[in-house]
Nanobody, 126 residues
Framework: QVQLVESGGGLVQAGGSLRLSCAAS????????LGWFRQAPGKEREFVAY????????HYADSVKGRFTISRDNAQNTMYLQMNSLEPEDTAVYYC???????????????????WGQGTQVTVSL
């Protein structure tokens, strides 16, 4: 079982950048597809970005396309989310997770993911 730990969150002004990290412990996650999700107070957990394990394809929520970039370094058992041009609407707790419920395609559904980390807070001020 892979354990995930998010880090890199913090307070940043609108227009600034942050890079989030998702580190795995215990074993490699090189064979797993991975996703980033976020949850703001009073709102549902929503999909942010996805990266496959075999093809290396990536997928993004419309709200972050062109601003966020998902990547992974399997040698370091770490996944990243580079966030540029941050907006106040990006304020949320950000989570990483493993795509464990596989049905032959990528997924945006949190129910298809597991091994959730504890989350890291991102706050974007004006």
């Amino acid at each position: 079982q892979v354990q995930l730990v998010e880090s890199g969150g913090g307070l940043v002004q609108a227009g600034g950048s942050l890079r989030l990290s998702c580190a795995a412990s215990g074993r490699t996650f090189g064979s797993y597809a991975l996703g980033w999700f976020r949850q703001a107070p009073g709102k549902e957990r929503e999909f942010v970005a996805y990266i496959g394990w075999s093809t290396g394809t990536t997928h993004y929520a419309d709200s972050v396309k062109g601003r966020f970039t998902i990547s992974r370094d399997n040698a370091q058992n770490t996944m990243y989310l580079q966030m540029n041009s941050l907006e106040p609407e990006d304020t949320a707790v950000y989570y990483c997770a493993i795509h464990i419920r596989w049905n032959s395609r990528w997924s945006t559904d949190p129910g298809d993911f597991g091994s959730w980390g504890q989350g890291t807070q991102v706050t974007v001020s004006l």
